[in-house]
């Protein structure tokens, strides 16, 4: 029957992937325990396989009076601090009592010349070890195939799958089916506006993998931004490939997103790429996010030009750059600023996070009635109080850098020269 149990364990490492001393010192362990309830067992023993004959053989451990003692006086610290250590963790006090006859003596680094070994094997010992390893082998199979599928997933967070909703009556919690494990969508994670039909496939982001006593949990997500870069790589081959570059996302999940894309190849244009012909390419992403808007804006190392693309589709008729605050006043036409805004101001805290800068947008009329307002207002004799050059350029519209202190112009040379033109003029 050894030689059987043996065949067995070489067979699941074969299968499962098991190592083969896993498996055997499990055994042992539970060999040793079931030994432990039989009546006259011995106070300290080991169990062990005999390679020769494929016997699991149990050995009585004789250790002298002193040795022994100590050892149980370290094995009762080790217990007493284990329970310490809990008690500390969960704040609740423990009454488990501690008895020598349960404490686990670490004989290990003990000289072999001081133990004396009996084997004490019990003549029905082959059928407790084939009963025992049934259970065992069962056991440890599903210990290592939940360690082997939380070791999978745990590197795979932050990817995107495909799985089946199992079940979905309660919006709080949907199951899916990932195929070795079932995974959870949280009511957080979820769309507003999404249904989750029982059966149906759906795309979702691993967000965090833990590790529970019936396996490993995955949490998924349909809001994460990095469902819609996976989906624009799975749909778009520029990207793929690395030709064209996804520089930014900025979504509200179930509603719009933007983002935003660079090519890395002369004559690809990354905004064609990922509309795709007549629109097929966005327009299955779209499809897969049942229904979620996307706006693709061209990436742009001016920070004017890309906040400008990226209140797309309201056109932009100036953007004015505060470097140091990283701020940007942006000028649009007066029937251009609801659509700038956009509903609830979606529009524009979209494009605020895809570029990384706090935007105010204002109507032309606006912005002209509110310099007029700052140079003027409690001035005497049309002293300006705003501190914005007074420089105009060759485009008619008004030099959007700040004026020097105690002066109305920046410090570019061609306004300077204006200033010292004003001064003279002044003089005479």
């Not at 008895?99 to 133990?115: F, G, N, T």
């Not at 949280?186 to 967000?207: C, H, L």
């Not at 990384?356 to 204002?362: E, F, H, L, T």
């Amino acid at each position: 029957m050894s030689r059987e149990i043996l065949e067995a364990v070489r067979a699941i490492e074969r299968e499962k992937g098991i190592e083969a001393e896993t498996l055997i010192e499990a055994l042992e362990d539970a060999l040793l325990a079931a030994y432990k309830k039989t009546p006259g067992a011995a106070r300290h023993a080991q169990v062990s396989l005999d390679h020769a004959s494929g016997d699991f053989r149990v050995y009585a451990i004789e250790l002298p009076a002193a040795l022994e003692e100590r050892l149980l006086d370290e094995a009762r610290e080790r217990a007493i601090q284990a329970l310490e250590d809990a008690e500390a963790e969960t704040g609740e006090k423990s009454h488990t009592l501690v008895s020598d006859s349960d404490l686990d003596i670490d004989w290990a680094d003990v000289p072999e010349e001081r133990i004396a070994r009996r084997d004490v094997t019990p003549e029905n010992f082959g059928r407790i070890a084939a009963q025992t390893a049934k259970q065992v082998i069962l056991q440890r199979i599903r210990e290592a195939e939940r360690a082997m599928m939380y070791e999978e997933y745990v590197d795979r967070v932050g990817e995107v799958v495909t799985g089946i909703v199992q079940q979905a009556g309660d919006r709080n919690n949907v199951l899916v089916d990932l195929g070795k494990v079932e995974a959870l969508l949280p009511r957080s994670e979820q769309v507003d506006g999404e249904r989750y039909e029982q059966g149906s496939r759906i795309k979702a982001v691993i967000t965090e993998v833990r590790s529970g006593t019936k396996g490993p949990q995955v949490i998924l997500s349909r809001r994460d931004s990095e469902l819609i870069r996976t989906l624009f790589e799975l749909e778009v081959p520029e990207v793929a490939d690395g030709l064209v570059e996804i520089r930014g996302v900025a979504r509200e999940p179930g509603y719009r997103s933007k983002i935003a894309v660079q090519s890395h190849a002369q004559g690809v244009d990354p905004v064609g790429a990922c509309v795709g012909p007549r629109g097929s390419r966005v327009r299955m992403v779209v499809s897969e996010l049942r229904g979620e808007k996307i706006d693709i804006i061209p990436w742009n190392s001016e920070p004017a030009r890309f906040i400008a693309k990226a209140l797309s589709p309201a056109r932009v008729r100036e953007v004015l750059i505060d470097d140091e605050g990283k701020e940007a006043t942006v000028l649009v036409p007066d029937d251009q600023l609801s659509l700038a805004i956009g509903k609830e101001g979606m529009n524009a805290r979209l494009a605020a996070r895809l570029t990384g800068w706090r935007v105010d947008i204002q109507s032309e009329t606006q912005y002209a009635a509110a310099e007029a307002e700052a140079a003027y207002a409690g001035g005497s004799e049309g002293e300006e109080h705003t501190g914005r050059c007074s420089a105009v350029l060759s485009t008619g519209k008004r030099c959007p850098n700040a004026s020097l202190p105690g002066s109305r112009y920046c410090g570019i040379p061609a306004h300077r020269e204006l200033a010292t033109q004003e001064g003279e003029a002044a003089v005479a």
